[in-house]
């Protein structure tokens, strides 16, 4: 999958180059792309990759490449509160994006076809929430992940608001996907060589919408078992959640609104970080290139490379950048506003800790 994008140097450079590729188009896309950094869910001696759009393949585990989870995401349409099922949920960067922009009173919901990889996602999810400041700027809904066939869930399941499917689907399982859907929700997935929108609006009315040519290998079939019966997959109950967990989510959206009036009244700007040091400018192309990589091969919807005549304009920029930063200068590090107030608070250790979810510094 890929080369829809320059690549970046790092998360922010590619998401840059995603939204002038009208790739992101949303705020809330942005937002939730710019708080994971992809480069979290590669093996370590492939970190370096992970900002190329380009799709990425170790073993059974799997990312699609950044331009394909772009569409998606502005495709499902996501609000607070829904409830989302990955199908072949795979390392679990999109449902952990997802999940910040679902909050804490939102379902969101994984099955992985590789149990070594539903436990790869787990420890990744477990990561991002000791480890990321991330986690304390939004109210985050936590990703539940189960093994088995996406194409074996149990017939009594719930349905859910948002539906992606990570795998090409036959027409002959096109139903079974709209049947996981709700009346008004929205359906995601592969079909046909393309990167397709259904959503469902009556009980037996339907929207299509074609949004690019992909190509996915195919589902796996299922397979049945000694007894001749299939396994049927059990997803996560729907779990109520707690008066101690609620209360914790009220104080913490409570320490939030206090944090943001007090830098409205010191600035007038509320949270929004000012970079301290002009960022370095780059001039990017979107490229026509056609990558085979097992899982994915290519988008389509890619415009071919502008002109670009600006040596000049490079030059001076460099010039500017030169002159106007100190050469021992580097960033100030990021503030974790919600953990200083929430350590600064009047109250016993133990229940700091538990508003901060027990996360490492």
């Given at each position: 999958m890929g080369g829809a994008v320059s690549a970046g140097e790092d998360n922010d450079e590619l998401i840059d180059n995603l939204k002038e590729a009208q790739y992101i188009r949303s705020e809330l896309v942005e937002q939730a792309f710019r708080a994971i950094d992809r480069a979290d869910y590669y093996l370590e001696e492939f970190?370096?990759?992970?900002?190329?759009?380009?799709?990425?393949?170790?073993?059974?585990?799997?990312?699609?490449?950044?331009?394909?989870?772009?569409?998606?995401?502005?495709?499902?349409?996501?609000?607070?509160?829904?409830?989302?099922?990955?199908?072949?949920?795979?390392?679990?960067?999109?449902?952990?994006?997802?999940?910040?922009?679902?909050?804490?009173?939102?379902?969101?919901?994984?099955?992985?076809?590789?149990?070594?990889?539903?436990?790869?996602?787990?420890?990744?999810?477990?990561?991002?929430?000791?480890?990321?400041?991330?986690?304390?700027?939004?109210?985050?809904?936590?990703?539940?992940?189960?093994?088995?066939?996406?194409?074996?869930?149990?017939?009594?399941?719930?349905?859910?608001?948002?539906v992606y499917c990570g795998a090409g689907v036959q027409k002959e399982h096109e139903e079974y996907m709209k049947s996981l859907l709700k009346v008004g929700g929205i359906l995601v997935m592969p079909l046909e060589e393309k990167l397709t929108k259904i959503t469902r609006t009556g009980p037996s009315a339907w929207e299509t919408k074609k949004i690019l040519a992909v190509s996915f290998a195919p589902l796996i079939q299922p397979c049945q078992s000694e007894s001749g019966k299939s396994r049927l997959v059990q997803l996560p109950p729907l779990a109520v959640r707690s008066l101690q967990d609620l209360a914790r989510i009220a104080i913490r959206g409570t320490i939030k609104k206090v944090i943001h009036q007090e830098a409205v009244n010191k600035n007038g700007n509320g949270l929004k970080n000012t970079p301290r040091f002009k960022r370095r400018r780059v001039r990017r192309r979107r490229l026509e290139t056609i990558v085979f990589l097992d899982k994915e091969v290519f988008a389509s919807?890619?415009?071919?490379p502008s002109d670009d005549n600006s040596s000049g304009d490079l030059e001076e920029e460099r010039r500017e950048e030169e002159a106007t930063t100190p050469p021992d200068a580097k960033p100030e590090p990021p503030v974790n506003f919600l953990r200083e107030k929430v350590l600064s608070l009047p109250l016993p250790d133990p229940l700091k800790y538990y508003l901060l979810y027990y996360r490492e510094k």
């Amino acid at each position: 999958m890929g080369g829809a994008v320059s690549a970046g140097e790092d998360n922010d450079e590619l998401i840059d180059n995603l939204k002038e590729a009208q790739y992101i188009r949303s705020e809330l896309v942005e937002q939730a792309f710019r708080a994971i950094d992809r480069a979290d869910y590669y093996l370590e001696e492939f970190k370096e990759n992970a900002y190329k759009d380009l799709a990425w393949k170790h073993g059974n585990i799997h990312l699609s490449a950044p331009c394909i989870y772009s569409e998606v995401m502005e495709a499902l349409d996501l609000q607070p509160g829904l409830s989302f099922l990955n199908l072949g949920s795979g390392t679990g960067y999109l449902s952990s994006m997802v999940g910040l922009i679902l909050g804490p009173f939102g379902v969101n919901h994984g099955v992985e076809l590789h149990s070594d990889v539903t436990e790869y996602a787990k420890q990744k999810l477990d990561f991002f929430i000791r480890t990321s400041d991330s986690f304390d700027k939004f109210d985050f809904c936590e990703p539940s992940f189960v093994t088995g066939n996406c194409l074996e869930i149990s017939p009594d399941c719930s349905q859910y608001d948002r539906v992606y499917c990570g795998a090409g689907v036959q027409k002959e399982h096109e139903e079974y996907m709209k049947s996981l859907l709700k009346v008004g929700g929205i359906l995601v997935m592969p079909l046909e060589e393309k990167l397709t929108k259904i959503t469902r609006t009556g009980p037996s009315a339907w929207e299509t919408k074609k949004i690019l040519a992909v190509s996915f290998a195919p589902l796996i079939q299922p397979c049945q078992s000694e007894s001749g019966k299939s396994r049927l997959v059990q997803l996560p109950p729907l779990a109520v959640r707690s008066l101690q967990d609620l209360a914790r989510i009220a104080i913490r959206g409570t320490i939030k609104k206090v944090i943001h009036q007090e830098a409205v009244n010191k600035n007038g700007n509320g949270l929004k970080n000012t970079p301290r040091f002009k960022r370095r400018r780059v001039r990017r192309r979107r490229l026509e290139t056609i990558v085979f990589l097992d899982k994915e091969v290519f988008a389509s919807r890619i415009s071919n490379p502008s002109d670009d005549n600006s040596s000049g304009d490079l030059e001076e920029e460099r010039r500017e950048e030169e002159a106007t930063t100190p050469p021992d200068a580097k960033p100030e590090p990021p503030v974790n506003f919600l953990r200083e107030k929430v350590l600064s608070l009047p109250l016993p250790d133990p229940l700091k800790y538990y508003l901060l979810y027990y996360r490492e510094k």
